[in-house]
């Protein structure tokens, strides 16, 4: 939307913000139980056996380089010790390493795979094996994949909960949100004190268009989990979908009072202080948000348009520079950062950007006519004709400006009767412009058409226009 000179656009999407891949929080911390269920697997050779022995409990106490240097040296023993390879790929896993997590995994499902005695010895491995291989997949954006070995996860144990709200987590984000909310439904049923299953619900039944229902499964998860930092966040959207802002500003406050490392928290809120007009507050949030998370784009944009709004033109523009810096195929970023440059009397350096985001988003009206407006203040009427005969044929929305302004220049070309025919067509679209009254007025003065002309300054004075008092006095006795 636009508010005077500012040129906003709406925000983006609120909700894809307050769920920033919220499934995406697997502990990273592996458990002596699952330790043990790993190195009860074991039956190698004494020497490798001592190196992998070391490596698992060096990933108990979170050494996990030096545990991947031990299990390195069993596996140069024995390369065929898949048990070797889940504990590294815990410990490649445990340090975000995740490509090299999945083919550790991989070979060690591989290698249990071909073992045919004493197979059942393995099946607990092979479980947590493909539990790990699914979250990183995920990590690596392959939520299909993901939902595969779930999928052979499960069929190992069916009676594990968070089995399902994973896997749930996973088809929400391939948008299968009917399967998600079964799988939901089972986790709650076989555990109904589950907080993550009740937050998963609720995202699934918030793209099912059910958003009282998804209310109520983040509040059940807050109460059960009343220092869940996101689902406050999430329910805070859920409130601002529902019109109740207040709730959603409590929401995010405690959102940020449960977790004030994450940057998005900050973000949103200053999207709903921006949307309250409390600028100040809004651009406090923002630059929290940009010191807690410098890389986003968004963040930057966001916080210039709130700069914009309190006049500060220096400040937008350098912010919008970032903006472009981190997204420098963003048109929007271009145009609004030449029109402070226009602002600040910088009219080619405007046109520099304005003509970049005519480049990149060539079927836009908005910037073919801040350049034609630049290119007027500079005098150069030909370039600025051309640029409102763009925006006139891309956007009905713009034509009583973009017919107004190419009147104007074309008078100062002293082309009176082609300026007269754009003044007409502006005052269609725009019939209380007194502007456009008054200058067509002066166009048909140069053509002798008094008459004509008096008529446009009267009709010019009755919709306000200061300097129609002074020509009526002068051409209409």
Same mark, same amino acid.
């Given at each position: ?314 400040? @937008? !523009? $350098? +912010? *919008?520079?970032? &903006?472009?810096? %981190?997204?420098?195929?963003? /048109?929007?970023? #271009?145009?609004?950062? =030449? ?10 350096? @405007? !046109? $520099? +950007? *304005?003509?970049? &985001?005519?480049? %990149?988003?060539?079927?836009? /009206?908005?910037? #073919?006519?801040?350049? =034609? ?10 370039? @600025? !004709?051309? +640029? ?5 044929? %891309? ?83």
């Amino acid at each position: 939307m636009m508010k005077g000179n500012s040129y906003h656009v709406p925000h983006l999407s609120i909700f894809t913000r307050l769920n920033p891949r919220p499934i995406k929080t697997f502990s990273i911390k592996i458990t002596t139980l699952t330790l043990l269920a790993f190195m009860s697997c074991m039956s190698y050779g004494q020497t490798s056996y001592q190196y992998a022995d070391s490596g698992f409990a060096k990933n108990t106490s979170g050494a996990y380089q030096a545990a991947i240097h031990d299990f390195d040296l069993a596996l140069r023993m024995d390369s065929t010790h898949s048990d070797a390879y889940y504990g590294r790929a815990l410990a490649e896993y445990s340090l975000l390493q995740y490509l090299a997590a999945l083919r550790d995994y991989d070979k060690a499902i591989l290698l249990d795979a071909m073992r045919d005695s004493n197979r059942h010895m393995h099946e607990n491995c092979n479980k947590d094996a493909y539990v790990y291989h699914a979250r990183c997949r995920f990590m690596l954006n392959d939520a299909k994949g993901a939902i595969a070995d779930y999928d052979i996860a499960l069929a190992k144990d069916t009676g594990t909960a968070d089995l399902y709200r994973e896997r749930a987590a996973m088809k929400i984000e391939v948008k299968d949100y009917n399967a998600a909310l079964t799988d939901c439904n089972k986790a709650i049923d076989m555990n109904p004190m589950n907080a993550l299953a009740y937050k998963a619900r609720g995202l699934a039944r918030y793209h099912l268009h059910d958003t009282v229902a998804a209310l109520a499964d983040y509040s059940r998860c807050i109460a059960l989990d009343p220092h869940n930092a996101l689902a406050y966040n999430d329910r805070g959207f859920l409130k601002y979908m529902m019109h109740d802002r207040r709730g959603a500003m409590a929401d995010f406050n405690k959102a940020i009072a449960a977790d004030s490392t994450v940057a998005s928290y900050y973000f949103n809120r200053a999207d709903l202080e921006y949307e309250q007009q409390n600028l100040s507050a809004a651009i406090a949030d923002y630059g929290t948000a940009i010191r807690r998370d410098p890389g986003r784009e968004i963040f930057y944009f966001n916080r210039a348009n709130a700069e914009v709004d309190v006049n500060d033109a220096k400040a @937008a !523009i $350098e +912010d *919008y520079s970032h &903006a472009i810096t %981190l997204a420098p195929d963003n /048109a929007n970023s #271009y145009c609004r950062r =030449g029109v402070e440059k226009a602002l600040l009397h910088s009219d080619v350096d @405007a !046109i $520099e +950007d *304005y003509s970049k &985001a005519i480049e %990149l988003a060539p079927a836009q /009206a908005l910037p #073919y006519y801040l350049r =034609g407006s630049a290119r007027m203040a500079l005098l150069d009427y030909d370039s @600025a !004709i051309a +640029d409102f005969g763009r925006t006139i044929v %891309l956007h009905p929305d713009y034509m009583a400006k973009a017919y107004y302004l190419r009147g104007f220049s074309k008078s100062k070309k002293e082309d009176n009767t082609g300026a007269i025919a754009d003044y007409d067509l502006s005052i269609k679209y725009a019939p209380n412009n007194d502007l456009a009254f008054f200058n067509r007025a002066i166009a048909k003065v140069y053509l002798n058409r008094m008459d004509e002309a008096c008529a446009d300054f009267k009709r010019a004075h009755d919709l306000g226009s200061k300097g129609a008092d002074d020509m009526l006095r002068k051409y209409c006795h």
